[in-house]
């Protein structure tokens, strides 16, 4: 599914500015229709698995509960 540049920022949860950026580097591919620039959306969907792999991560780290002090004695 193509879609125009302001449709996969909102897609990606970026800026419109980083979309350009990544066409601009050739770090995303795109098509032009009658002087419109499309993106096929489906060229994101690892980043998304693995975004959202990450992100689950992240929660289940902040989740875990916070040790207890062990109580270190110095022996000098």
């Known amino acids: ?3 125009t540049i ?3 920022a909102e897609y ?3 800026d419109i500015a980083y979309v350009l950026y990544l ?3 050739k770090q995303i591919s795109t098509i032009t229709v009658d002087d ?3 993106i096929n959306r489906s060229q994101f969907d690892f980043f998304i698995k693995q975004r959202q792999k990450m992100i689950e991560e992240y929660q289940k780290y ?4 916070i040790p207890e002090d062990i ?6």
């Not at 109580?71 to 000098?76: G, H, T, V, W």
């Open 71 to 76: 109580d270190i004695k110095d022996e000098d």
């Open 62 to 65: 902040l989740d875990e509960p």
């Open 12 to 14: 990606l949860e970026v």
């Open 1 to 3: 599914m193509y879609q």
């Open 36 to 38: 419109e620039v499309l």
């Open 6 to 8: 302001e449709g996969i």
């Open 23 to 25: 066409i601009r580097e």
